[in-house]
């Protein structure tokens, strides 16, 4: 079946921009988190979805940044006067969890920000 | 705070060596562990994971166990191939934590005929 997908696969911006990245979960699964991967780093969390709601937004580093879940699928990240320090990819990852101990993240392909 | 160390990279084998990858954890409670991997051009995948302590965690010949007395998870596996060349990450998720995972900042193997 269909993995988790994310669009668009890369995107430049200039310093100052908006931009809007965006979240396909696999059919079904309720729990949507968002991540963070800088060069030669591992993902940092950033929000995570429990249906249409943020149940966790704790890692979003500043007010620039918002997520969104409308519907409880499609998820958008939302980064506002975007800076050089923003360049990152973006990965995002869904859950079906039926119990903490049986849940694994699914992750998508990452959208690749540079902010030139 | 919770966090993941692991070992740097790159680790470069011949193939056939045996691999350990170093991993330890800092965490106020009792976490479940995991191993994620990531393979060129390809998006994260679970390679496995334990939920307690003792339990061992196995995939595609690759094995780690959870030691709650030194605090680690050390990736093993005994001969590798040159497709196992990948950056493999080790992550933790707490118990009532929502989910997340913490990341260590990961491992690059690289496999050589």
């Known amino acids: 079946g269909a993995g988790v997908s994310q669009t668009p696969s890369n995107k430049v911006t200039e310093k100052g921009k908006y931009v809007e990245l965006r979240c396909d979960p696999i059919?079904?699964?309720?729990?949507l988190y968002w991540y963070r991967q800088s060069l030669g780093q591992g993902p940092e969390f950033l929000i995570y979805f429990q249906g249409t709601g943020a149940a966790d937004d704790s890692g979003l580093p500043n007010d620039r940044f918002f997520a969104v879940r409308p519907e409880g699928s499609v998820s958008t990240l939302k980064i506002q006067r975007t800076e050089r320090g923003d360049s990152a990819v973006y990965l995002c990852?869904?859950?079906?969890?039926?119990?903490?101990?049986?849940?694994?993240?699914?992750f998508g392909p990452g959208t690749r920000l540079t902010v030139l | 705070g919770n966090s993941v160390t692991q070992m740097e990279g790159p680790v470069t084998l011949s193939e056939e060596a045996f691999l350990t990858i170093n991993c330890t954890y800092t965490a106020t409670g009792y976490p479940s562990l995991f191993w994620y991997v990531q393979y060129p051009g390809e998006g994260l995948q679970l390679l496995l994971k334990a939920t307690k302590a003792d339990d061992k965690g196995s995939n595609k010949g690759f094995e780690a166990t959870y030691r709650k007395e030194t605090t680690s998870f050390h990736l093993e596996k005994g001969s590798v191939q040159v497709s196992d060349s990948a950056v493999y990450f080790c992550?933790?998720?707490?118990?009532?934590?929502?989910?997340?995972?913490?990341f260590g900042a990961g491992t690059r193997l690289a496999v050589h005929p």
């Open positions: 059919s079904g699964h309720t729990a």
């Open positions: 992550a933790l998720r707490m118990y009532g934590g929502y989910n997340k995972l913490i």
């Open positions: 990852a869904s859950s079906s969890p039926t119990s903490e101990s049986t849940d694994t993240q699914y």
